[in-house]
């Protein structure tokens, strides 16, 4: 970027007067030195986890979905739950390597390679879920059309039968299968760079390896001109499909005729959701990343403040979200939408209960552990020294992924619980497999982040160097010293960078 | 048989790019130019032609959408129509989600097949590499000795007097096209 106009108001995001050198040392290091006992402790704990996961998962498919709490009102519970939730996950990936590319930000690049590996692991864990939910796991490939023989006369193309196009759940299989598969290419794409740096840098079976994985990159002019072609426009591409695939998740709910599902601001409301629980979850990584892999001087505060100044954002459009659907309710005048946020939702039996002079909501403990960690808690990112403080950014996104899980399961089973015959009324309970199957997906989400993180380069390399001339401290101190010599040629006034305030 | 390559390593892009401007005005012929990341500005001045990856995308993403909305009519109005609380039986609405899935995700599965068969990546191919550090901190203007055999200590010494910090010949077993037999 030699020839780009650079601010010296920027504020650096490489620190450690690095080189091109240093910065590979750096990021290679990890996967190239065998792993440490601390590693080890780690994977064996969280694979512990995924295995109780996939045990419970077993035991599900064997004994089928009776072993879960669900019942008759309440058909969706967790499962679905925790699929919306793992889906929002995965968006931050999508959104930090996709929009922000488009919009030209360069803290991207240090977040960027971890964000979209969380991606794809989210999404994993996510596609788990429905197809369990189904029952008969072992027929779920029907969910994909394709000329098949289960109607009529079974000829391919002749009689077939079909999904219904018309479901907005068919719309969600070809939404997660396409997100899964651009994000894997887009990930894998721009992970190629990197890994011929570390074939080029390891000897005997590793090079071997890491030959097998890079493809054979050189780094030709040809290749860095395609590389950086193809990157743009599948950025290009994920970024409406991003918005798509959190819409069309929501359209599962919004297309429904139930009070409190049927809401037309779910569409935007999900996708804004969905980054904020995105972004909370790459700081928790990135925040145990930085210190565990030695990544301080490339994932600096100043990345950690900018993620903080999307929290905030997204997380106060979910507040706007949460209150204009409470208006909404009231406004349509529809006796059974109102019932179902005003009293069903929010009336706690200690306040709003007695407030409104009706008995206290079942979940009102979840619907305001929502509001709690949603929508009050991250307003204390306006303060500069807050988004800043590295222990209030941690306890902060571990709030916004529970207050996330809160707001799937607020929107699923408070709707469902109650419904419009009261002789049906149900409170939902989850059993120990569910509980088991969804912390066995955060051992397995856990699991393969380890394992990339160890024999992947968690930064992107390339794209860090690419930016080093523009957004290195040595560089950016290099030029505010010229530009000072320059004003004070000029006869002009003193003038102090930014990034002077506050190094790490 | 063997192939030879001049090779003039810089330690950054600034003077790599300036290197490039500089030997083309003075009529060299640059093989290629190797870079741990992209150097903005490069193509102009090497003379790459733009790469033709877009219009793939175009053509991919034109094939997407055709066929999510062919397919989907063909089976909901012709094969199996299907009455869903008197819906239409083909209701465009409706589809609009599924064809733009599909034409996101052909034009995104073509297009990297095209820019792995393009820039002939694979997982079975392991080419020789020129200089292993310029995947770390070198970056590299490559000469043809072949073209340039008699003329190799000329180049090298414009090449260090262009501030190149270290000028090798390479041989190599495999022949590595130039820029312009990569082709777009």
């Known amino acids: 970027m030699a020839n780009q106009y650079f601010s010296p108001v920027r504020d650096p995001l490489i620190l450690g007067n690095k080189t091109y050198a240093q910065i590979t040392d750096d990021i290679a290091k990890h996967a190239e030195t065998r792993p440490t006992g601390k590693f080890l402790l780690a994977f064996t704990f969280t694979s512990l986890i995924a295995l109780m996961g996939v045990l419970s998962i077993l035991y599900t498919i064997w004994k089928g979905i009776g072993v879960w709490g669900e019942n008759k009102t309440v058909g969706w519970a967790w499962d679905i739950t925790n699929f919306v939730w793992w889906v929002g996950i995965g968006h931050a990936g999508t959104l930090i390597s996709a929009i922000l590319l488009l919009f030209r930000q360069r803290w991207r690049t240090g977040v960027n390679r971890a964000a979209e590996a969380m991606t794809i692991f989210a999404v994993i864990c996510a596609g788990i879920f429905p197809v369990i939910h189904m029952g008969r796991v072992w027929d779920a490939f029907f969910i994909f059309p394709y000329p098949n023989s289960r109607a009529g006369e079974g000829l391919p193309g002749l009689r077939s039968l079909w999904t219904n196009f018309n479901s907005p759940l068919l719309w969600d299989v070809f939404a997660i299968s396409t997100y899964f598969t651009v994000s894997l290419l887009f990930w894998y794409t721009g992970l190629l760079p990197d890994l011929a740096t570390i074939r080029d840098r390891t000897k005997g079976l590793q090079n071997k390896i890491y030959s097998a994985l890079c493809f054979g990159w050189k780094g030709t002019a040809k290749q860095w001109q395609r590389f950086e072609s193809i990157s743009l426009i599948l950025a290009g591409l994920s970024t409406p499909l991003v918005l798509s695939v959190h819409s069309v998740v929501s359209f599962d709910f919004a297309t429904s005729v139930i009070p409190g599902w049927h809401t037309t601001i779910f569409p935007p409301y999900f996708v804004a959701g969905a980054i904020f629980s995105g972004f909370a979850m790459v700081l928790t990584l990135m925040l145990v990343a930085r210190e565990v892999m030695d990544l301080k001087q490339y994932i600096t505060l100043n990345h950690i403040e900018s993620m903080n100044k999307v929290i905030l954002l997204t997380g106060s459009i979910v507040g706007v979200a949460y209150l204009t659907e409470l208006f909404m309710s009231w406004y349509s005048g529809n006796i059974y939408e109102q019932w179902c946020f005003n009293r069903n939702r929010i009336a706690d039996p200690y306040i709003f209960g007695p407030l409104m002079g009706v008995e206290p909501a079942p979940y009102w403990w979840a619907y305001w552990s929502m509001m709690s960690c949603n929508v009050i808690s991250p307003q204390i990112f306006w303060s500069k020294s807050m988004r800043r403080n590295i222990t209030v950014t941690f306890i902060m996104s571990i709030f916004i992924n529970i207050g996330m899980w809160f707001e799937r399961f607020v929107i699923i089973v408070t709707s469902t619980h109650r419904d419009y015959i009261p002789s049906s009324w149900l409170y939902y309970t989850p059993t120990w497999v569910e509980a088991a199957i969804f912390i066995g997906t955060i051992g397995i989400f856990m699991t393969l982040f380890l394992l990339f993180s160890k024999y992947f380069p968690v930064v992107a390399i390339a794209e860090v160097k690419s930016i080093l001339k523009s957004s290195g401290d040595q560089y950016l101190a290099k030029q505010a010293q010229e530009d000072q010599t320059e004003r004070d040629l000029q006869g002009g006034g003193s003038f102090a960078p930014a990034f002077q305030r506050d190094k790490e | ?184």
């Open chain 2, 1 to 184: 048989m063997t192939y030879r390559y001049l090779l003039g390593l810089f330690d950054d892009e600034v003077p790599t790019l300036q290197a490039v401007k500089k030997l083309r005005e003075r009529g060299y012929k640059i093989h290629d130019v190797l870079s741990p990341f992209p150097i903005h500005g490069l193509d102009p001045a090497l003379g790459i032609k733009e790469t033709r990856l877009h219009t793939m995308g175009f053509i991919f993403g034109a094939t997407g959408l055709s066929f999510g909305l062919l397919a989907m009519s063909y089976i909901t109005s012709f094969d199996w129509p299907n009455n869903f609380g008197g819906k239409p039986n083909f209701p465009l609405p409706a589809f609009i989600p599924i064809t733009f899935e599909m034409t996101v995700l052909f034009t995104a599965v073509g297009m990297v097949i095209v820019y792995y068969l393009r820039n002939k990546l694979s997982i079975f191919r392991n080419p020789e590499i020129l200089e292993p550090r310029t995947t770390d901190d070198r970056f590299a203007i490559v000469f043809d000795l072949q073209k340039y055999g008699s003329d190799a200590d000329g180049i090298a010494d414009v090449l260090r007097n262009l501030g190149a910090v270290e000028v090798k010949v390479r041989e190599m077993h495999e022949k590595q096209p130039s820029h312009d037999e990569q082709s777009a």
